[in-house]
């Protein structure tokens, strides 16, 4: 089996709402999302998609992956799309690094594998086990009393985890914080996230001032020596999210401990492919995970809660699915949903869902 042909789709995600990160220094309206369709010489279509969250999140955005692609096709083509870890390589040698351009067409080989073998990518990537996973709701930075309407909504939706978007300004995230808390129910899980908008410094004061409540957090501060330094001065339970994109990261957080908790984000990471091995270092050192997309649609979710599926019950923290913030469907009806605030993935082969056609539209590339 040989890669055949390359298609590219850009289009535009109008997120239900505006949305702040970072205490509100990052705004965002739209993605930018890029959908791959991989061609093979036996009649085998795999699709992917490649969503970061807007250009300012992180070094990833839309025009990015499909300048990579371009970059990349001539030495995808003719590859056996289900030979993974060769496709990777290929990959790494035509463009180093840009592990966000890459995840798409790893995602369209695995749905290749996976329509092939006819097992879905959960089995493939060792299994699915235990029942369906918690979705974590993603809340907007506001003031104290719009993020716990928030959650309320979402409540209404059924979820029973969130994260809670705060950075910025010590004191009005300590009174966030502290409001939302006064709002949690019981058995609700919240993770406090602050998209690395605190300087060390910040960071101790705002963790340290809300010490007397067992709260959790994400990402305090922008670099892994920055959560290092955090944690040293600091008790409550760190989630590395953004700092969390090699194996030497994954490594450097399990041994040196700057973090209980992985959030891996497959499109950043560069594909299943890699994340699947950093859920391997964080099993194999009894690390609890979140495990997300970037961004996206059905298929970006369908992408992230394979692999969580096959994540140990007790190690299994939640996933995200970001279609509930997106105006647009591509696949109305079709793959993983929001079930009441769980989400699972079922044993269509491959991805198990796959986009219209007709939505898409006309390509922006071809590639043969
Ligand atoms: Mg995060």
């Given at each position: 089996?040989?890669?055949t ?5 850009a ?12 205490g ?11 959908f791959v369709?991989?061609d093979?010489s036996?009649g ?8 970061p969250?807007?250009?300012t ?14 970059t ?15 496709i ?9 690094g840009h ?15 996976g329509?092939?073998?006819?097992m879905?990518i959960a ?14 709701s993603s ?12 959650i ?21 995230d ?7 808390e006064?709002?949690?129910r ?18 101790i ?6 010490r ?8 305090p ?10 944690r ?15 194996y030497?990261d ?6 040196k ?22 859920r391997?270092?964080?099993?194999a050192h009894?690390i609890?995970m ?34 509930d ?12 949903r ?5 989400i ?19 390509p ?5």
């Open positions: 089996m040989r890669i042909r390359i298609t590219t789709w289009k535009s995600l109008p997120l239900t709402k505006p949305y702040y990160l970072s509100g220094r990052l705004r965002f309206d739209e993605l930018d999302a890029t369709r991989l093979t036996d085998t279509v795999g699709w992917g998609e490649g969503t969250w807007g250009h999140y992180l070094a990833a955005h839309g025009p990015g992956i499909r300048a990579g692609i371009a990349m096709a001539s030495t995808v083509l003719g590859l056996d799309p289900r030979k993974l870890d060769v990777e390589r290929a990959m790494d040698l035509a463009l180093p592990l966000y351009a890459k995840a798409p067409i790893d995602m369209a080989c695995w749905d290749i594998l329509k092939t073998t006819q879905p089995d493939l990537l060792g299994g699915s086990c235990g029942d369906a996973t918690n979705i974590v809340v907007s930075t506001g003031t104290p009393d719009q993020m716990t309407t928030e309320d909504r979402f409540r209404a939706m059924g979820y029973r985890a969130h994260s809670v978007k705060v950075g910025a300004d010590v004191e009005l300590v009174e966030r914080i502290r409001a939302v006064s709002h949690r019981e058995g609700e899980r919240i993770l406090y996230d602050a998209n690395r908008a605190w300087t060390r410094a910040e960071a004061r705002v963790m340290n001032g809300v007397d409540l067992d709260v959790t957090f994400e990402q501060s922008e670099t892994l020596d920055d959560i290092d330094a955090v040293r001065q600091t008790s409550a339970p760190i989630s590395i999210d953004e700092s969390l994109v090699t030497a994954g490594i450097h957080i399990a041994r401990r700057s973090g209980e908790i992985f959030n891996i984000k497959s499109n950043r990471v560069g594909g299943l492919t890699r994340a699947r091995r950093l391997d270092i964080a099993i009894g609890q979140y495990i997300m997309p970037t961004g996206g649609t059905v298929l970006a979710d369908a992408e992230s809660a394979h692999l969580t599926q096959t994540v140990p019950e007790s190690l299994r923290l939640g996933c995200w699915s970001c279609q913030m997106i105006e647009e469907d591509p696949a109305p009806g079709r793959g993983p929001n079930q009441y605030g769980t699972q993935v079922d044993t269509i082969p491959g991805l198990g869902v796959e986009p219209d056609e007709a939505w898409l539209g006309e922006v590339a071809v590639y043969k």
